[in-house]
């Protein structure tokens, strides 16, 4: 990689902080409400917990959410997964049909007939990813095979890049957000709005999630933050979202990327 590019993901990522603080002063929010939200909140205390962090970001895909309502439908999800245990999952239900046809019974499921019913591939990614998780004998294994991956940027995107294989749904976006979700920090979520920011500002050099995924984790090592934080910067410009205090700023993605392209033109 050539060092003008080195030093265009500092410039970036430096103008991104300032950016950040100023879009909190503007709405006249303490600078300590950006701290919090860099922080992990997220942790899981055994398997069980993993599991359900899983099939959460299951529920995530493209147009489920509006579907499955996995926060709202929580509480049913818990009683028919046996509070996400991975092992009785698949005692009770040996194939994705058999716990399809369960949700069937549970929910009003329209079009179940249909091969891209989502409802079927919910079922099809629950019963993948509990087979993943029970190849691990308890928590610590589980943290202890997640860092072997944590070398360089090949090593940290070959996790999820396998953790997509391994489970039916999840593209390379779901399995970072697993992998960020759980409380691991090197795995940062390369959503539309990092998508854009990156090929707009000629960070990555195509708008391929693995491509922006790399260029993120890149980003971190050069500018000596962990790609959460990185991730998180950008996410929270984008989205206005400060989700920690229920306070919605708007979004200023497109803002952003036009007055980083104007900084850099003069830099």
Sequence with gaps: MADVNKERYKQVFFFAEKFLINLAKENNLNEKIIEEHLKTTSKFDNLL???????????????????IKFIQNEQ???????????????????????????????????????????????????????????????KEEFNRFIMTFSLNKYTKVALPILLSREIEGFGLALSCDF???????????????????????????????????KSIVEMAEIVQKDA?????????????NFYLKNIKLGRNRDRFIKETLEFLEKS
Excluded: C
């Design 76 to 138: 049913m999800f818990r009683k028919i997964l046996f509070n996400y245990n991975p092992h009785e999952i698949l005692h009770e239900y040996p194939d994705a049909n058999s716990l399809f046809e369960r949700f069937k019974e549970t929910f009003d499921i329209k079009n179940a007939e249909s091969k891209r019913n989502l409802w079927k591939k919910f079922a099809e990614g629950i019963i993948s990813g509990s087979k993943f998780i029970v190849s691990f004998k308890d």
């Design 228 to 240: 959460y934080t990185v991730d998180k910067v950008f996410w929270l410009i984008s989205s206005g």
């Design 49 to 67: 917990d993993a599991n359900k962090r899983l099939i959460e970001s299951l529920s995530n895909r493209q147009m489920m959410p509006s579907v």
């Design 179 to 213: 992998l960020k979700e759980l409380g691991y920090r090197d795995y940062p979520k390369p959503d539309v709005h990092l998508i854009k920011i990156f090929n707009e500002l000629k960070l990555a050099d195509s708008t391929d999630p693995y491509e922006v995924y």
